[in-house]
Structures are given as C-alpha cells and as structure tokens.
C-alpha cells in the first residue's frame, strides 16, 4: 500500500497542480469573442445574466447542439435520460487534437488513477503525454438561476476565443461540462418564472420539487446513487474518467464567498488514503494562491467539505472536489 502511495504522488501530485494552474487561469482570463462560433445569445435570444430572462432546457441543450456543429473543441454527447425523460448531457471541451485521441487520454488518466502494478517508468511516460482533467457540473439546485445560464457562457469563451491563453489551457485540458445537473428542474423554475412574468412571483421559488423525488436535497444523493441523473454523472463522468478537478457550479447571494476550496478541516471519512487529504490540500492551496496573486479575493476554505463527508467511493473519483459558489447572474460570474 505504502509503495502504490509513494507512486501516486510521483504520479499525480504534479498534474494536479498544473491542473490548479489551469482551472485558475481559466476562471480568471477574459478572451476576445470570435465569430463563426455562435454567441449563447443567437440561441437564447438574450444575453445570460439579463434581468428577467432564463433559459430552458431545450433552449440550452439547442444552443450545445450547435456549438458542436462551429466548433472542433466541442462536443455533446447525450447519454441518458433524467428522471422525467429529458436528455442529459455531456459535453467535451478540449483542443482539436485532444478531440482526436479522447480514448487515448481516458485511458492514461485511469492508469494514473489506479497505479497498481505501473512501473515508475512507465508513470513518467504517461505523464509526459497526459492531460489534466476538468469537471464542471453545473444547476444541481435549480432556484439557483445563474448556474444554469453560466455554462453558456464559459463554453462560448472556450469554444471561440482566440486567445492564445486559452489555447494554452485546451491542449493541456480536458474540460468535462455538465451544462444542467438537473434539467427538469431547470424546466420547472423557467416555466414558472415565465408564467409570472411581471408579478411578485416571478422571482419566488415555485411550490414544487425541483428534482421530483429529492427536491433541494438531491446533492445529497452523491453517498446514495438512487436518482437518475446521479448515476449517469457516475458511470458517464466519474467512472469515465475520474478528474483530476470537480468544480460544482452553484449560485450565491449578494455576499457570500464565491469560491469554496480545499484545504479541508476535520473529521475526513475515514478511508480516504492519507495521500489523498494532503493532495486536496496543495490543489486547493495552489488555486487560492493564484487567485488572490490576481486580486480575486472572495474565496474561501472549506465550508460544508461534501468531499471528505461523502463515502469513500465518491471522494476517490476525484483527487479534490470544488464546491463553488458563483454569482447572482450569469453575467457577473463570467466577468469575476
């Protein structure tokens, strides 16, 4: 045990701080638009983040549907059904070449995850080829609005922009995007919101679940595996792919901090491996020193700490999980 640890922090520790890098420079940089890439607006119909506007799900899926069609750093693959049987989607952002040899990464990424029986040899070869790899998951709580429009806007930005910066980030990333955790959800609070246009109700949580059987508790089925779009994010993302990063995009008041990192406080679950707690820590650390170097300030540790909380199955698919909160609008997120 103590070898295939020793192992793992030759391995991995070094690409999880390159993936800090990358996630920090991401969230901070602001490339110029591009065109022929069409700009989330073409679809919705406004710009994410207007007062008063939100988009639903066929509006969004729409809108992915089109980006894969303009652009070779894109692409949507629906792989199941939610709960009441609307697509749910994956969607792939990494450089034209990384689009070519997906499998190749996949496959390199599992064999760091699990390093039994992988020489030291062959750890570094892999290395010099792999890829960091990004989760963003994004709208778990539907009444939070701006995570449901802020996927647009960050796959425009990486889709389009000619920024060599982003470039930079997409030959080295893999960005795995999960535009709705739960669309019927994000179907139910449009509806009503559009229904209420122009009343005091417009902005009130509608007087329903928004996931029909865990309603706001169902990030916390992430120990359980019993809702539908749970277990696809499982077996099409983490079991996938196990990312090195999983950023969890949801929407927070006027006040509250905008980012929640590592390092974590105690109690951790008990089996999470020892080597597993302090690469958190660095990972989380490396972000937060990036980002207050910017002036980006507004980020704090800890908090709820769902991944040391949750079983160890979960907390292993991930050498850290982000829990974000982002901003009121779509608009001001994209800008932060």
Do not use: C
Not at 325 to 333: G, M
């Amino acid at each position: 045990m103590n070898k295939h640890r020793r192992r793992w922090s030759r391995t991995a520790i070094p690409l999880l701080l390159a993936a800090a890098g990358l996630v920090a420079r991401a969230l901070g940089a602001l490339p110029e638009r591009a065109d022929p890439v069409p700009p989330p607006e073409s679809v919705l119909g406004f710009r994410p983040g207007d007062d008063g506007q939100l988009a639903d799900w066929s509006q969004i899926t729409e809108y992915f549907r089109r980006l894969t069609a303009a652009s070779p750093r894109v692409r949507a693959d629906d792989v199941g059904r939610t709960t009441e049987g609307r697509p749910f989607l994956v969607v792939t952002i990494t450089s034209p070449a990384n689009q070519s040899r997906l499998e190749e990464i996949r496959r390199d990424n599992l064999r760091l995850w699990d390093p039994r029986g992988l020489s030291d040899h062959e750890a570094e070869r892999i290395l010099r080829r792999a890829k960091a790899v990004v989760s963003m998951n994004y709208a778990i709580h539907s009444t939070e609005v701006g995570a449901s429009l802020t996927p647009l806007v960050l796959a425009h930005r990486l889709a389009a922009s000619p920024d060599p910066e982003v470039a930079r980030i997409l030959e080295e990333t893999v960005v795995l995007l999960i535009p709705s955790h739960n669309p019927d959800g994000t179907d139910l609070v449009t509806a009503w919101q559009r229904g209420h246009a122009g009343s005091a109700f417009a902005a009130t949580a509608p007087p329903a679940l928004y996931q029909k059987y865990a309603g706001h508790d169902n990030n916390r089925d992430w120990y359980m595996f019993t809702q539908a779009e749970t277990l696809l994010t499982v077996r099409h993302l983490h079991d996938r792919w196990r990312p090195q990063i999983v950023h969890d995009v949801h929407q927070m008041g006027t006040r509250g901090a905008r980012l929640f990192l590592p390092p974590y406080l105690d109690p951790w679950e008990p089996n999470v491996d020892p080597a597993l707690r302090a690469a958190a820590g660095a990972l989380g650390s490396a972000v937060q020193a990036r980002l207050v170097a910017e002036g980006k300030t507004n980020a704090a540790g800890d908090w709820r700490a769902e991944a040391r909380r949750f079983t160890p199955r979960n907390v292993r698919s991930q050498y850290s999980r982000f829990r974000a909160a982002w901003s009121s609008t779509a608009r001001e997120a994209a800008s932060w």
